[in-house]
């Protein structure tokens, strides 16, 4: 696999995990709270199922921007020398 194919699997893999954990995070913002909220069903899915989807794609996402940011750590270091260096 070339360097570009790796940084581009990247970036969609990074970009399909970030609107996952969005739209995760939207269903569990707008489900109801209370007693009842938990037995209720969503696409098959209850609310403590929703909650471990939602927490499982965010840790896989932060690995992956870890990764790229290793992946990309030369420009890492040109923006913190940049950005600190005028300070």
């Known amino acids: 696999m070339s360097r570009i194919s790796v940084k581009a699997s990247l970036f969609y893999s990074m970009?399909?995990?970030?609107?996952?954990?969005?739209?995760?995070g939207f269903v569990l913002y707008i489900w109801?709270?209370?007693?009842?909220a938990g037995r209720l069903?969503?696409?098959?899915?209850d609310k403590t199922a929703w909650?471990?989807?939602h927490t499982y794609i965010s840790l896989a996402a932060i690995?992956?921007?870890v990764v790229h940011m290793l992946e990309n750590r030369k420009c890492v270091d040109v923006y913190v020398k940049t950005t600190l260096g005028k300070a």
């Open 63 to 65: 690995a992956l921007i």
């Open 32 to 36: 109801p709270h209370g007693q009842r």
């Open 15 to 24: 970009l399909a995990l970030g609107f996952l954990t969005l739209v995760t």
């Open 41 to 45: 069903i969503f696409f098959g899915i």
């Open 51 to 53: 909650a471990e989807w």
